[in-house]
């Protein structure tokens, strides 16, 4: 997973590893992410970043790609010529995802937006894929949907923006069926493991009817959409 803080905030990536293993699937996910990063810094090494070295050295099975947010919207030719670069280094046998980010409220007002720009984002990378095998993930396009379905609940936390950890669990939902091809309906809501010390880590923590609403709504994005 190659993104930013809206890849690896609430222990995304591990959620998506734990989903996986509870269908036995086990995954081994792992993440090159830096809080602000876009792909011209990941493609650059910037911020800490060796996503470039990963990608040349390793072969893995699944790359997902997340751009700055409002990239997609403000420097589409930026996004695309990034991305058109590291999947020129990118295994041909990895199958690859760009990760479609959700709308908040400083992304409608900064472009002039009135209605939700989730949809925006998507057609933008949809329209800018370096190969007909790149696949969307709509995790935006299930925030939407989520927030239409229960106005009174937020998947933002207090800087309306970043995942809280009910937006990260939807997310994680979303982005373990588009590559599984397999419902979420019936995952934990928590999971921990004890570490050497024998305490418990906890992966993730959701109530559990916050869990069964994500679960419905990634289903229905990524089963039930045209």
Same mark, same amino acid.
């Given at each position: 997973?190659?993104?930013?803080?809206?890849?690896?905030?609430?222990?995304?990536?591990? %959620?998506?590893?734990?989903?996986?293993?509870?269908?036995?699937?086990?995954?081994?996910?792992?993440?090159?992410?830096?809080?602000?990063?876009?792909?011209?810094?990941?493609? +650059?090494?910037?911020?800490?970043?060796?996503?470039?070295?990963?990608?040349? +050295?390793? %072969?893995?099975?699944?790359?997902?790609?997340?751009?700055?947010? +409002?990239?997609?919207?403000?420097?589409?030719?930026?996004?695309?010529?990034?991305?058109?670069?590291?999947?020129?280094?990118?295994?041909?046998?990895?199958?690859?995802?760009?990760?479609?980010?959700?709308?908040?409220?400083?992304?409608?007002?900064?472009?002039?937006?009135? %209605?939700?720009?989730?949809?925006?984002?998507?057609?933008?990378?949809?329209?800018?894929?370096?190969?007909?095998?790149?696949?969307?993930?709509?995790?935006?396009?299930?925030?939407?949907?989520?927030?239409?379905?229960?106005?009174?609940?937020?998947?933002? %936390?207090?800087?309306?923006?970043?995942?809280?950890?009910?937006?990260?669990?939807?997310?994680?939902?979303?982005?373990?069926?588009?590559?599984? +091809?397999?419902?979420?309906?019936?995952?934990?809501?928590?999971?921990?493991?004890?570490?050497?010390?024998?305490?418990?880590?906890?992966?993730?923590?959701?109530?559990?009817?916050?869990?069964?609403?994500?679960?419905?709504?990634?289903?229905?994005?990524?089963?039930?959409?045209?």
């Amino acid at each position: 997973m190659i993104g930013n803080s809206f890849t690896f905030y609430y222990n995304l990536p591990m %959620t998506v590893e734990q989903f996986s293993k509870y269908k036995g699937l086990n995954w081994e996910v792992h993440q090159s992410t830096a809080g602000g990063a876009s792909f011209k810094h990941h493609w +650059n090494s910037e911020k800490g970043l060796n996503s470039v070295d990963k990608i040349k +050295n390793n %072969t893995y099975t699944h790359l997902i790609f997340q751009e700055y947010s +409002n990239y997609p919207l403000v420097a589409i030719d930026t996004t695309q010529k990034y991305l058109n670069l590291m999947h020129k280094i990118a295994n041909h046998n990895s199958r690859k995802f760009l990760y479609a980010t959700w709308s908040y409220p400083n992304i409608l007002k900064n472009n002039n937006l009135s %209605t939700p720009s989730s949809k925006i984002i998507e057609d933008k990378l949809e329209n800018i894929k370096p190969s007909l095998d790149f696949n969307i993930l709509p995790v935006g396009r299930a925030f939407d949907l989520f927030q239409l379905r229960f106005p009174n609940q937020t998947l933002f %936390t207090s800087d309306n923006k970043h995942p809280n950890p009910i937006g990260s669990y939807l997310a994680a939902c979303v982005i373990f069926s588009k590559i599984s +091809n397999q419902s979420s309906l019936g995952f934990p809501r928590r999971v921990f493991e004890k570490n050497n010390n024998e305490k418990d880590i906890y992966y993730f923590i959701v109530e559990e009817k916050m869990a069964k609403k994500c679960q419905l709504v990634a289903d229905e994005i990524v089963f039930d959409s045209n």
